[in-house]
């Protein structure tokens, strides 16, 4: 069974600029999630995917950011434009739907670096 | 205002020992905790988990234990190997709030042989 898959691994741009992560979760799972880690420190929700539905957003940290998951498959998040604060890593994750605490599995991230 | 700290930036244990790893938590909604484990350029994978009735479990080498009065939380992981060396998060979950996660900033082990 192949994992969540982030594409690109990394990502330099400029501040202004636009920048378009991709998250494809494992087959099958209903639920897919952002997060996002920023210089070393704690892993933030951003939102909540069952589906196509945005179930859940309020860790989206302002209009910049639109995620996307038409068709209930694979989810994009785009950043528009991109500012300084907001380089870090992004984490996708999918999960089973479920009533709650259905494990998640990861991606492995996309870097992003905006100078 | 982060709800679930984890104090200790780094872990340096010698193979063979205990490696024991905390967490603290201030939220009282919070009811199911899990522990995440983090190699470079990976994303975390679950470790194991707890659910706020329990106060303690196992997996192989690994144990957490939970102290709900004290809103804490360990990791202890015996004997520690030198693959055990990654990034630990602590996470934890609401009722309700399915797997809407709050995590903590994590704790380098370093696991020396």
């Known amino acids: 069974e192949a994992g969540v898959t982030q594409f690109p691994s990394h990502s330099v741009i400029e501040k202004g600029q636009t920048v378009t992560l991709r998250c494809d979760p494992i087959?099958?799972?209903?639920?897919l999630y952002w997060y996002r880690r920023v210089m070393g420190k704690e892993i933030k929700f951003l939102l909540h995917?069952?589906?196509?539905?945005?179930?859940?957003e309020s860790g989206m940290p302002n209009n910049r950011f639109l995620a996307e998951r038409t068709g209930g498959t694979y989810s994009t998040l785009k950043v528009q434009p991109a500012e300084l604060e907001d380089s870090g890593v992004y984490f996708c994750?999918?999960?089973?739907?479920?009533?709650?605490?259905?494990?998640?599995?990861f991606g492995s991230g996309t870097q992003l670096s905006v100078l | 205002d982060q709800q679930v700290k984890q104090n200790s930036p780094s872990l340096s244990v010698q193979e063979g020992r205990i490696s024991i790893l905390n967490c603290d938590y201030t939220?009282?909604?919070?009811?199911?905790f899990l522990w995440y484990k983090k190699y470079p350029a990976e994303g975390p994978t679950f470790l194991i988990s707890?659910?706020?009735i329990k106060d303690k479990n196992e997996d192989g080498r690994f144990t957490v234990f939970l102290n709900k009065s004290a809103k804490h939380l360990s990791l202890h992981i015996v004997p520690s190997q030198p693959g055990d060396s990654a990034v630990y998060f602590c996470?934890?979950?609401?009722w309700g709030n399915g797997n809407k996660l709050v995590f903590g900033a994590g704790t380098i082990l370093r696991v020396k042989s």
């Open positions: 939220n009282s909604m919070f009811d199911y």
């Open positions: 707890i659910s706020s």
């Open positions: 995917f069952v589906k196509e539905s945005k179930q859940d």
């Open positions: 994750a999918s999960s089973r739907a479920g009533t709650g605490n259905e494990k998640l599995f």
């Open positions: 996470a934890a979950s609401a």
């Open positions: 087959s099958g799972h209903d639920n």
